[in-house]
């Protein structure tokens, strides 16, 4: 389950910085809702990482208090079940 659990971590870390590339370029997004759930369903940490690492929805308010609760959350989540 850890390795699962990576794996999807990475993969969230990999969508915010596919959406930032996609930002820059002015190409079709990622909608948030999308970014939002990822990290809310065990990504939690892969999403506070893309945040950080790409300076991707590091301004937008919701983020700023979703994302770091989700990371709580997912530990929570985490150390409850598995």
């Known amino acids: 389950m850890d390795i699962l659990l990576l794996v999807w971590n990475l993969i969230v870390f990999s969508l ?13 997004r990622i909608s948030e809702k999308a970014l939002l759930s990822c990290a809310f369903f065990m990504g939690g940490v892969g999403a506070f990482l893309g945040m950080t690492a790409f300076r991707h929805k590091t301004k937008k308010r919701k983020f700023q208090i979703l994302i770091p609760l989700f990371v709580v959350l997912n530990f929570y989540i985490y150390k409850l079940y598995f």
């Open 16 to 28: 915010y910085g596919i959406d930032k590339r996609r930002s820059i370029k002015n190409e079709w």
